[in-house]
């Protein structure tokens, strides 16, 4: 079992910027991907971003060039640094941890950029 921990929602004018964390414990492998999902009202829930062990990286086009993501593997803790906000970035934001073939799900945290 694994257990996800977010912190670091809020609201924000558009323009500003934001930093998401996570923090993961419990049974993880080595070799595990984190990442970031995003579920704005009335809409599913899509990738926001993810890295890998290896520390490869995959964005939205959406949030690609304004959001960065990184992981502190020695933490098990993921970051999303989001810059540049929209109003179209208000969400429920998600971590996911992906590990020994199985898919954890913190509890969200609201993002609201006003504009």
């Known amino acids: 079992q694994v257990q996800l921990v977010e912190s670091g929602g809020g609201l924000v004018q558009a323009g500003g910027s934001l930093r998401l964390s996570c923090g993961a414990s419990?049974?993880?492998?080595?070799?595990?991907?984190m990442g970031w999902y995003r579920q704005p009202p009335g809409k599913e829930r899509d990738l926001v971003a993810s890295?890998?062990?290896?520390?490869?990286?995959n964005y939205a086009d959406s949030v690609r060039g304004r959001f960065t993501i990184a992981r502190d593997s020695a933490k098990n803790t993921v970051y999303l640094q989001m810059n540049s906000l929209k109003p179209e970035d208000t969400a429920v934001y998600y971590c996911?941890?992906?590990?020994?073939?199985?898919?954890?799900w913190g509890q969200g945290t609201q993002v609201t950029v006003s504009s």
């Open positions: 419990g049974s993880i492998s080595r070799v595990y991907t």
């Open positions: 890295i890998s062990s290896g520390d490869r990286t």
């Open positions: 996911n941890v992906f590990t020994y073939g199985k898919n954890y």
